[in-house]
């Protein structure tokens, strides 16, 4: 399970580096068909399905091209035989968000499932802290 949870950690990265570098095709690797998101923007239900989840990402590319940060700061990996899960806090923010709030991140909580022998992310929430 030590090859697995290695396996995971470097699956995410993959996506953080291509979620920073705004690679929507690389974005969606490794994660399944009927992947179901949960995002900071509200849809109460989640996001649902391959297709759907792509849409959601442009938006968030124009604002990463403007200079925005997007790094995982940790990343601790819990696998078992067919599912693991993993969770990691995210600097993610504009160059001037960091200056008024140094300690607040994105919190990233995927799910994964073992599919035809290998890892695929099949659930995805995104969060942030309130701050209010």
């Known amino acids: ?24 095709d690389a974005v969606v690797a490794d994660h399944a068909e009927d992947i179901v998101m949960s995002d900071v923007p509200p849809r109460h239900d989640g996001v649902r399905g391959l ?14 091209a403007r200079g925005a940060s997007f790094a ?5 990996v819990t696998a078992g035989d067919e599912v693991a899960f993993a969770h990691a806090p995210l600097r993610c923010g504009s160059p001037q ?25 099949a659930h995805e929430h995104h ?3 309130h701050t209010g």
Not at 3 to 23: E, N, T
Not at 72 to 76: A, D, E, G, N
Not at 109 to 118: A, V
């Open 1 to 24: 399970m030590r090859d697995d949870a290695a396996r995971i950690r470097a699956l995410i990265k993959r996506w953080a580096d291509a979620v920073h570098q705004g690679d929507l």
């Open 51 to 64: 297709a759907a989840w792509r849409k959601v990402w442009p938006p968030f590319f124009d604002r990463q």
């Open 72 to 76: 995982i700061v940790s990343l601790p």
């Open 97 to 121: 968000d960091p200056a008024g709030h140094p300690e607040l991140r994105l919190r990233l909580t995927p799910g994964l499932r073992k599919q035809g022998g290998r890892w695929v992310v």
């Open 127 to 129: 969060s942030i802290p």
